[in-house]
């Protein structure tokens, strides 16, 4: 069985920084793309970062820069640093794996007050 479950989001104010944290079991972690992707109230599901089994990373523009996309296969997590907070990154973020299908977390809330 499958599970991702993310931690360490909440509220802080514009400007601050957070570290979201997503541990995965029942997956060979480190074959897996992560990503983090997020929905902010009443609009689309985005992505926000992804890094692959090779380190590589891709960010959405509007957080390049300010968030930091990493990955620990020793612990089966993958990391999404968040600084430079601001209003508009207020959303539920979920972390997903992906290789032959994509499996997603429950999410986490991220608010940022300004």
């Known amino acids: 069985q499958v599970q991702l479950v993310e931690s360490g989001g909440g509220l802080v104010q514009a400007g601050g920084s957070l570290r979201l944290s997503c541990a995965a079991s029942g997956i060979i972690f480190s074959i897996h793309t992560m990503g983090w992707y997020r929905q902010p109230p009443g609009k689309q599901r985005e992505l926000v970062a992804s890094?692959?089994?090779?380190?590589?990373?891709n960010y959405a523009d509007s957080v390049k820069g300010r968030f930091t996309i990493s990955r620990d296969n020793a612990k089966n997590t993958v990391y999404l640093q968040m600084n430079s907070l601001k209003p508009e990154d207020t959303a539920v973020y979920y972390c997903t794996a992906y290789l032959f299908r994509d499996y997603w977390g429950q999410g986490t809330q991220v608010t940022v007050s300004s």
């Open positions: 890094i692959t089994s090779r380190d590589t990373t």
